[in-house]
């Protein structure tokens, strides 16, 4: 069972004009150094054919769904019909190690769920090749990739998919950062895509300083100044997160993870979608949090808990208000303020994918976490940048602006909250999160979307360079 395996990703600092950052914050001193993980939770489910709603709900005592679900659950069916699939649009996906299986279980996927393949699935190592797979060290991120891959393809099945691996996972400290940071100024230097996804975080107080992060940043200074969109994970331990590398501990106050943190960067949160066998919506969207829910637990954690199973959300202790935030001032205080937007991410509303890598059995996979909304998302924006005609960049600005006179495109979420419980050397703890409510909030940003209304807006908002 994969619980949580970490790594990252990132980029070197630069002043930059516009008021997206300023000065930061000092973090406050910690023994620990922790690695990045995926923001993902998987299990098998089917060695054979993808299980029904029914059979997950039965096996996990919750739903799982497929592709047309999320599609029809986002209203992509208008966009669709008028061609607007992602084509010519290409969507990075970056991954230490990869998978070895990808491209055969990216098929198995788009054949079993009557998908196209993409135009063009290019996996390129700009920093280096990847070793030889080893299940022991390399099957997380394996799984991670997969995810990655089939969802970003499953939103927008016309856009190119270009995978970037890296072939040194992120430990402590800065072990496996350069690779991935010249992994990604590559991709940025060489207009290879339009938008990143980046399914992985670090929890910003193991950092040992506040240079350390800025340090890390030049790949999304690069991207800002390239005109491409930069998504990343905020999480999946709810308000706190994971203080050392094995992922084990967990911090007893609020916590965020970088690099979801970054004014440069859109953070993607999480939230709980309870859909028919249609993809029609039974109730409405809210917060992800199952930290509560024994089923899941016992699934994913092996305890029916309570343990930090939420979508990450909080205030940054690195970074100020950007300036696209002065409008939600009242809610972000002085600080940078996550998630930006959310997407399904909940446990309690698993996504399949199939997988056939080792050490596991060939088959149907449930997965869950921010992991899946981040690559959602990029099918989004990938779609948003076909209509507009060209990459748009920076896009929290826009998201901020469409969300200030209320643009239909954006679904408000106004239930739930990311407070987390857990039980860690013999105690048991509470993390007081956030609450959803009208307008931005810190546990689901400015909401979700509407995709046939959200896609031309977001075009339109950020289309001018």
């Given at each position: 069972?994969?619980r949580?395996?970490?790594?990252?990703?990132?980029?070197?600092?630069?002043?930059l004009?516009?008021g997206?950052?300023?000065a930061?914050?000092?973090i406050?001193?910690?023994s620990a150094?922790?690695?990045?993980?995926p923001?993902?939770?998987?299990?098998?489910?089917?060695?054979?054919?993808?299980?029904?709603q029914?059979q997950?709900?039965?096996?996990?005592t919750?739903p799982?769904y497929?592709?047309?679900?999320?599609?029809?659950?986002?209203?992509e069916g208008?966009?669709?019909?008028?061609?607007?699939?992602?084509?010519?649009?290409?969507?990075?996906l970056?991954d230490s190690?990869?998978?070895?299986?990808i491209?055969?279980?990216?098929?198995?996927?788009?054949?079993?769920?009557?998908?196209?393949?993409p135009p063009?699935?290019k996996?390129i190592?700009p920093a280096?090749?990847?070793?030889?797979?080893d299940?022991?060290?390399?099957?997380?991120?394996?799984?991670?990739?997969t995810?990655?891959?089939e969802?970003?393809?499953?939103?927008?099945?016309?856009?190119?998919?270009?995978?970037?691996?890296?072939?040194?996972?992120?430990?402590e400290?800065v072990?496996?950062?350069?690779?991935?940071?010249?992994?990604e100024?590559?991709?940025?230097?060489?207009h290879l895509g339009?938008v990143?996804s980046?399914?992985?975080g670090a929890?910003e107080?193991?950092?040992?300083?506040?240079?350390?992060?800025l340090?890390?940043r030049?790949?999304?200074?690069?991207?800002?100044l390239h005109h491409v969109?930069?998504?990343?994970?905020t999480?999946?331990?709810g308000?706190?997160d994971?203080?050392?590398v094995?992922?084990?501990?967990?911090?007893?106050?609020r916590?965020?993870?970088?690099?979801?943190?970054?004014?440069?960067?859109?953070?993607?949160?999480?939230?709980q979608?309870?859909l028919?066998s249609?993809g029609?919506?039974t109730?409405p969207?809210?917060v992800?949090n199952?930290?509560?829910?024994t089923?899941?637990?016992?699934?994913?954690?092996?305890d029916?808990?309570?343990?930090?199973?939420?979508?990450?959300?909080?205030?940054?202790?690195?970074?100020p208000r950007?300036?696209?935030?002065n409008?939600?001032?009242?809610?972000?205080?002085a600080?940078r303020?996550?998630?930006?937007?959310?997407?399904s991410?909940?446990c309690?509303?698993?996504?399949l994918t199939?997988q056939?890598?080792a050490?596991?059995p060939?088959?149907?996979?449930?997965?869950?976490g921010?992991s899946e909304?981040?690559?959602?998302?990029?099918?989004?924006?990938?779609?948003a940048d076909q209509v507009?005609?060209?990459?748009?960049?920076?896009?929290?600005?826009?998201?901020?602006a469409?969300?200030?006179?209320h643009?239909?495109g954006l679904?408000?979420?106004?239930?739930g909250n990311?407070?987390?419980?857990?039980?860690?050397?013999?105690?048991?703890?509470?993390?007081r999160?956030f609450?959803?409510?009208?307008?931005?909030d810190?546990?689901?940003?400015v909401?979700?979307?509407?995709?046939?209304?959200?896609?031309?807006?977001?075009?339109?908002?950020?289309g001018g360079?």
């Amino acid at each position: 069972m994969l619980r949580r395996v970490r790594y990252l990703g990132a980029a070197g600092a630069l002043a930059l004009a516009g008021g997206f950052f300023a000065a930061a914050a000092p973090i406050a001193a910690t023994s620990a150094s922790v690695g990045i993980q995926p923001e993902m939770h998987s299990r098998l489910a089917s060695v054979t054919q993808p299980p029904t709603q029914a059979q997950c709900v039965a096996a996990f005592t919750v739903p799982c769904y497929q592709p047309a679900q999320f599609q029809a659950a986002y209203n992509e069916g208008p966009l669709f019909a008028r061609g607007i699939t992602g084509k010519g649009e290409t969507i990075v996906l970056v991954d230490s190690f990869g998978s070895p299986t990808i491209q055969s279980d990216l098929a198995t996927f788009d054949a079993t769920f009557g998908l196209p393949a993409p135009p063009s699935f290019k996996i390129i190592q700009p920093a280096g090749p990847v070793g030889p797979y080893d299940p022991d060290t390399m099957s997380g991120w394996a799984g991670e990739t997969t995810l990655d891959v089939e969802w970003a393809h499953a939103m927008a099945p016309g856009a190119n998919l270009l995978l970037v691996e890296t072939p040194v996972a992120e430990t402590e400290g800065v072990a496996g950062l350069p690779e991935i940071i010249q992994a990604e100024n590559y991709v940025i230097n060489h207009h290879l895509g339009q938008v990143i996804s980046q399914s992985f975080g670090a929890t910003e107080q193991t950092f040992p300083s506040v240079g350390s992060i800025l340090r890390l940043r030049s790949a999304y200074v690069n991207a800002y100044l390239h005109h491409v969109t930069v998504l990343a994970a905020t999480g999946d331990a709810g308000a706190t997160d994971y203080s050392n590398v094995e992922g084990t501990l967990l911090f007893t106050h609020r916590a965020i993870d970088w690099p979801s943190s970054d004014p440069l960067v859109t953070a993607v949160g999480g939230t709980q979608l309870q859909l028919n066998s249609s993809g029609q919506r039974t109730a409405p969207d809210q917060v992800w949090n199952d930290t509560y829910n024994t089923g899941l637990n016992q699934v994913f954690f092996g305890d029916p808990g309570p343990n930090a199973l939420a979508t990450g959300g909080g205030k940054s202790v690195v970074f100020p208000r950007p300036s696209y935030q002065n409008g939600v001032a009242g809610r972000v205080g002085a600080r940078r303020g996550v998630p930006d937007v959310a997407m399904s991410g909940a446990c309690s509303g698993l996504v399949l994918t199939y997988q056939s890598f080792a050490p596991g059995p060939a088959g149907w996979y449930v997965v869950c976490g921010t992991s899946e909304s981040t690559p959602l998302f990029a099918g989004i924006v990938a779609l948003a940048d076909q209509v507009a005609h060209h990459s748009l960049g920076l896009i929290n600005p826009a998201l901020y602006a469409l969300s200030a006179r209320h643009a239909p495109g954006l679904v408000d979420v106004t239930t739930g909250n990311n407070t987390v419980s857990f039980t860690q050397n013999g105690a048991q703890f509470t993390v007081r999160g956030f609450n959803a409510r009208r307008g931005y909030d810190l546990v689901s940003g400015v909401g979700t979307v509407n995709a046939a209304l959200f896609v031309p807006e977001l075009a339109r908002a950020a289309g001018g360079r």
